[in-house]
């Protein structure tokens, strides 16, 4: 009688191996053939861009194309184009500035739909990437609120200078409306940086005969109890006057329920 016992192990490494084939076939298969690994990385890289893009929306203005999706078709559409402080950075959606702005609107009987494209950290130059974007959605009227961290970071002046009247150019070949909100800089960057880049929103506006905010933190701005514990951006009641002084700026150019100007 033959007491010997074939080890399986020969078999076992016969199925490993194939196993490792077939899921190395799929792998290759699963790029397509036009699509190589490193092609779909690249993909990948850009879908996470379109998220950090979309992400500054809410929820129900978003496609999944990534483009704006009109609440409501029939109202024109104001977009409120910045950074943090367009945003509404540790506030809620419902607490910043362009939905505090459209609550205003409609209670004194404006029937417009605001839609906050506010980036946080967003310089002038990114201002121009997000443009064409912009453009997509269609809007009416355009309140542009860029500058500030170009100036806290020091930036030449002309280049923001550039940008910003680069951006207003392109709104502006598009029948745009556009309202240019003004910014100040703490007064630890220097008298004379600080006063040049106030001054810059003025000449812009009046060189391009833009309506102007001079300023769009004004009756919020040093002001501990309106202000977060950074001591930059407002609270909700401090974007409250906020919505306040982009409305005081807005209102003239704006029609009333009746299609006429409302002054």
Request: one cysteine or more; charged letters at 20%.
């Given at each position: 009688m033959?007491?010997?016992?074939?080890?399986?192990?020969?078999?076992?490494?016969?199925?490993?191996?194939l196993s490792v084939l077939v899921l190395f076939c799929?792998?290759?298969?699963?790029?397509?053939?036009?699509?190589s690994p490193s092609s779909v990385s690249e993909s990948m890289n850009r879908s996470s861009d379109l998220l950090d893009s979309r992400a500054q929306y809410p929820a129900e203005e978003q496609s999944s194309s990534?483009?704006?999706?009109?609440?409501?078709?029939?109202?024109p559409k104001i977009v409120a184009f910045g950074d943090s402080l367009t945003a509404g950075l540790g506030v809620s959606t419902e607490e910043s500035y362009p939905a505090q702005l459209e609550k205003l609107l409609r209670e004194r009987g404006f029937h417009y739909e605001?839609?906050?494209?506010?980036?946080?950290?967003?310089?002038s130059a990114g201002g121009i990437r997000r443009v064409e974007w912009i453009l997509?959605?269609?809007?009416?009227v355009v309140i542009l609120e860029l500058g500030v961290n170009d100036g806290l970071r020091g930036l030449p002046l002309e280049q923001t200078y550039a940008n910003l009247r680069s951006i207003i150019d392109r709104l502006r070949d598009e029948?745009?409306?556009?309202?240019?909100?003004?910014?100040?800089?703490?007064?630890?960057?220097?008298?004379?940086?600080?006063?040049?880049?106030?001054?810059?929103y003025e000449q812009l506006a009046q060189e391009l005969t833009?309506?102007?905010?001079?300023?769009?933190?004004?009756?919020?701005a040093a002001h501990p109890d309106l202000n977060q514990a950074d001591g930059i951006h407002p609270t909700a009641e401090g974007y409250t006057i906020v919505a306040r002084n982009v409305f005081q700026s807005l209102e003239p150019f704006l029609q009333n329920g009746s299609g006429h100007p409302a002054n």
């Amino acid at each position: 009688m033959n007491n010997r016992v074939e080890r399986p192990y020969p078999a076992i490494m016969h199925i490993c191996i194939l196993s490792v084939l077939v899921l190395f076939c799929l792998g290759i298969w699963g790029c397509g053939p036009e699509e190589s690994p490193s092609s779909v990385s690249e993909s990948m890289n850009r879908s996470s861009d379109l998220l950090d893009s979309r992400a500054q929306y809410p929820a129900e203005e978003q496609s999944s194309s990534g483009l704006l999706v009109r609440k409501n078709k029939s109202f024109p559409k104001i977009v409120a184009f910045g950074d943090s402080l367009t945003a509404g950075l540790g506030v809620s959606t419902e607490e910043s500035y362009p939905a505090q702005l459209e609550k205003l609107l409609r209670e004194r009987g404006f029937h417009y739909e605001v839609v906050n494209a506010g980036v946080s950290g967003d310089t002038s130059a990114g201002g121009i990437r997000r443009v064409e974007w912009i453009l997509k959605s269609r809007p009416t009227v355009v309140i542009l609120e860029l500058g500030v961290n170009d100036g806290l970071r020091g930036l030449p002046l002309e280049q923001t200078y550039a940008n910003l009247r680069s951006i207003i150019d392109r709104l502006r070949d598009e029948g745009v409306m556009v309202i240019l909100a003004g910014m100040r800089l703490p007064p630890n960057y220097g008298e004379a940086y600080t006063g040049k880049f106030f001054k810059m929103y003025e000449q812009l506006a009046q060189e391009l005969t833009l309506p102007l905010i001079p300023f769009l933190l004004e009756g919020v701005a040093a002001h501990p109890d309106l202000n977060q514990a950074d001591g930059i951006h407002p609270t909700a009641e401090g974007y409250t006057i906020v919505a306040r002084n982009v409305f005081q700026s807005l209102e003239p150019f704006l029609q009333n329920g009746s299609g006429h100007p409302a002054n």
